[in-house]
């Protein structure tokens, strides 16, 4: 969506597809970091996003016992404009871009519309093949197709792209539990014990809650049942066990199958993919949509002027997008790596209670050290910025 209006303000013709009716899922990419908060500022959105209903995260923070904790990442740290994680949810995101795109008279967005193939011709990607919720199907023709759908994309598929696919240990579960006055309003706060850990993330109206544990384990937890979950909770975090009754079945978890990989290719000719159709990342510090969204930049950015003037991209012009936001992605993905291997597993496993002592010390004795995980999670190693011709002042 963010592709879309930056290539729609560039005057290119864009359609957008997207299978449902609309885009209430829930527990999907609703972290809006600090560049990406600018990104709304420079597209003259900011005040249309201040009118969501978001909270605020000011700071990830680690209880380490009693009433101690430490400040690991701490956003108001940042010099930017916004010093501060929004949470808000990812549909009320996606409409605030539709409507904004819907502005531009080369906008077109087709809802219960899915994309369901590659119209391939001489070794080319010529546009997309789809149905309709109803049944109806035909086809698109483009000079361009960008795949952002998702993980399991099709398109990558068809178009036999190489995936270099990494070993994870984990998986999540999502869930929500009620939020009342004295919780901590504007913190994101890890909780571990042995063999337990999950992350709260305080919303406006609950605790959104992701439970980390071994990987595979999705059939044998929901086999133990809603009680043995409930117990689980409580335990891990006593002051939410009057609050696990919310919890009405298995029904209320989401699994989610954690997955870290990569394209060696983002294109073929006709074909680009970005987000997670070009790389997969861990919910391991909430970056996997604004990497996608500083990946709709980079492409806008390097690819809007060649489409504008002669109404195609060549393969060379495609590959610099990957060009240029692959080190980041590498980055990014070998951090996640790391904080699995270091962090999460031996939590999970019973092998730690919480981070390395040595990490928790120095974050202790120099709190400025919060500076570098928030500016990695927040700004990111290579933030994206809009481009001159899709920038708007408020109102505009």
């Not at 759908?149 to 999502?174: C, K, M, N, T, Y």
């Not at 978890?253 to 954690?258: C, E, M």
Request: contains cysteine; charged residues 25%; glycine residues 8%.
């Amino acid at each position: 969506m963010v592709l879309a209006l930056l290539l729609a303000r560039a005057g290119v013709e864009v359609t957008v597809l997207e299978k449902h009716g609309d885009f209430l899922r829930d527990f999907r990419g609703d972290t809006v970091h600090p560049s990406t908060l600018q990104l709304l500022d420079e597209l003259g959105l900011a005040q249309r996003f201040a009118q969501l209903p978001y909270s605020r995260v000011d700071q990830v923070v680690f209880p380490i016992g009693g009433d101690r904790s430490v400040v690991v990442a701490d956003f108001r740290r940042l010099h930017v404009r916004y010093p501060y994680v929004a949470m808000v949810p990812q549909w009320d995101l996606l409409n605030l871009l539709a409507e904004a795109a819907r502005e531009e008279p080369s906008f077109t967005l087709r809802m219960r519309t899915e994309a369901t193939g590659l119209i391939r011709e001489a070794g080319r990607v010529r546009g997309v093949r789809y149905r309709t919720q109803e049944g109806t199907t035909g086809e698109i023709p483009a000079e361009l197709t960008v795949a952002c759908d998702g993980r399991w994309s099709i398109a990558h598929q068809q178009a036999d792209l190489p995936l270099e696919e990494f070993p994870v240990s984990i998986d999540a579960w999502w869930f929500r539990l009620p939020r009342v006055p004295d919780d901590r309003p504007a913190a994101l706060t890890p909780r571990a014990a042995k063999g337990r850990f999950a992350i709260v993330i305080p919303r406006n109206d609950f605790l959104q809650i992701a439970y980390i544990g071994k990987k595979g384990t999705d059939k044998q937890l929901r086999a133990r049942g809603i009680e043995r979950f409930r117990q689980d909770i409580a335990e891990l975090m006593p002051e939410f066990g009057d609050r696990v009754d919310a919890l009405a079945s298995m029904d209320d978890v989401k699994h989610l199958d954690v997955r870290v990989n990569r394209l060696g290719r983002w294109h073929v000719d006709g074909l680009l993919c970005i987000g997670d159709a070009a790389h997969a990342m861990s919910p391991v510090g909430g970056v996997g949509i604004n990497l996608a969204v500083q990946d709709a930049v980079a492409a806008a950015s390097l690819l809007a002027e060649h489409l504008r003037q002669r109404g195609a991209v060549t393969p060379s012009e495609l590959a610099a997008v990957r060009a240029r936001r692959v080190l980041p992605t590498i980055l990014v993905q070998a951090l996640q790596r790391l904080l699995h291997r270091a962090l999460v597993t031996p939590i999970i496993e019973g092998r730690r209670m919480g981070p390395p002592k040595p990490v928790l010390a120095l974050m202790r004795r120099i709190p400025q050290v919060s500076l570098v995980p928030a500016y990695l999670i927040g700004v990111g190693l290579r933030p994206e910025h809009a481009p001159e011709f899709a920038r708007r002042h408020a109102g505009e």
